[in-house]
Each structure stands twice: as C-alpha cells, then as structure tokens.
C-alpha cells in the first residue's frame, strides 16, 4: 500500500543554518500538509499546500519557513536560518480523493536536531 | 479557536480488561473527527473519521463513536501491541475558512500488560 516517506529520518544542525526537509507523498493526492511535534508536546498544525500554492498557515510558519513541490513527487519544508527552538519531529501528511479527501496520512517524520 | 482535550492522560490496563478514551472539542463547524494511533518515535497511523453526531465505527478491537461535544475510542479486549499513544485530531470547515489543518489534542498514552 503506498505510503508517504521523509528523508532524512533524522537531520542535526547548527543554529542560524538552512535545512530542507524532503517528503514524497502518496502518488495521486493533491493536499500536502507539514505538522511539526516538539518533544512531549501536541502535533501542531504548521502549513497547507494545494494547487502549487499555500493554503493555510499557522502563526508557527513565519517568513523563515517556506515549502515549494519543486517537481510531481516531492514536497519539501525549507528553514531557512534555524533557531534551537526549531528542533522537533517534522511531519509530512498527504490526502486525496482515493482515500477520502479529509483523511490524512503521515509519513514517518524527520528529527531535527538544532545545537 | 479550535480546542481538543483527551483524557486521560495516560491509561494502563490488564490485557483483556476494556476501557474508553475520551476527545473533547470546541470547533467552529465540524468538518470531521479524527482518531490516530502513535508509536514512540513514529508519524501518526489514520485510524478513523467521524463526520456527524451518532456515527460510529470500528476496527478490530477498537470503536470510536461521536457526540456533539465528545468522541470516545473503546477499546475491547485490548492485548499489548494495543499500547501506543492514542491521538484525537479535529478539522473545522462546515461554514468556516480552516479546510485541512488538523488540530490534535495531547494524546492519550496507553499501556496494556499481558
């Protein structure tokens, strides 16, 4: 059964620099979704994407974050200058009409680490 | 604002020994429920949705039913690979602007011993 995949599984960096976070949703979904969870806590709710543009964001997703599906597999979460609060479990999701369209599925997360 | 609370917080039963998890909401215009389960370290599995007052559904050993103000997730006979993090999750959108975001509430950690 297709499922959503993130590279890396786990990803260490240093304050102030740029990662991407790669994700590869299920073939044939149109929505495209990034959640974060810091250790301990809620997932949270941090963009939507459909049609090649945002949707939704939250207060979370401010001017140093940025998501771009820079071709017809790949979705991607970029930081731009990484902050020590920044480090958390990075979720990509994915939902379409093969499954309902309100049914999202996670892919397995990327752990950033920030020091 | 969107809220979802889940209690408790953490639940430890025998194996075969039944119990329920709760979700309580406030949405703007409930567009659906939605039950995850979660292991340590991993993305949140689809379980269930729930889109109105009275549905019910089940799979295996689990039925998550929905109120107006509450969804339960029962879990019977639970055996221990029953153990996970149980997530409840909301979307609003009947009459609203929010369509897709999620808002998750804390979980419900749950421990089965055999």
């Known amino acids: 059964e297709p499922e959503v995949t993130q590279t890396p599984s786990h990803q260490v960096t240093q304050m102030g620099q740029e990662v991407i976070l790669r994700c590869v949703p299920i073939?044939?979904?149109?929505?495209f979704y990034w959640y974060r969870q810091i250790l301990g806590q809620k997932v949270e709710f941090l963009v939507s994407?459909?049609?090649?543009?945002?949707?939704?964001k939250s207060e979370i997703f401010d001017d140093q974050f940025s998501v771009e599906r820079p071709d017809g597999s790949n979705f991607t979460l970029k930081i731009r200058s990484t902050k020590l609060e920044d480090s958390a479990m990075y979720f990509c999701?994915?939902?379409?009409?093969?499954?309902?369209?309100?049914?999202?599925?996670f892919g397995p997360g990327t752990r950033l680490t920030v020091t | 604002e969107d809220q979802v609370t889940q209690s408790p917080e953490a639940l430890r039963l025998q194996e075969g020994e039944s119990s329920s998890l709760n979700c309580s909401y406030t949405?703007?215009?409930?567009?659906?429920l939605f039950w995850y389960r979660q292991d340590p370290g991993k993305g949140p599995e689809f379980l269930f949705t729930l889109y109105s007052a009275g549905e019910e559904k089940e799979k295996e050993r689990l039925k998550a039913t929905l109120t107006k103000k509450e969804s339960f997730l029962h879990i019977t006979a639970p055996k221990p690979e029953d153990s996970a993090t149980y997530l409840c999750?909301?979307?609003?959108?009947?009459?609203?602007?929010?369509?897709?975001?999620?808002?998750f509430g804390q979980g419900t950690i749950l421990t089965v011993h055999p």
């Open positions: 073939s044939n979904h149109l929505y």
């Open positions: 999701a994915s939902s379409g009409l093969d499954r309902g369209l309100n049914e999202q599925y």
């Open positions: 949405v703007s215009g409930l567009r659906g």
């Open positions: 994407f459909y049609n090649n543009e945002i949707s939704e």
């Open positions: 999750a909301v979307q609003a959108g009947a009459g609203g602007t929010s369509y897709g975001k999620l808002t």
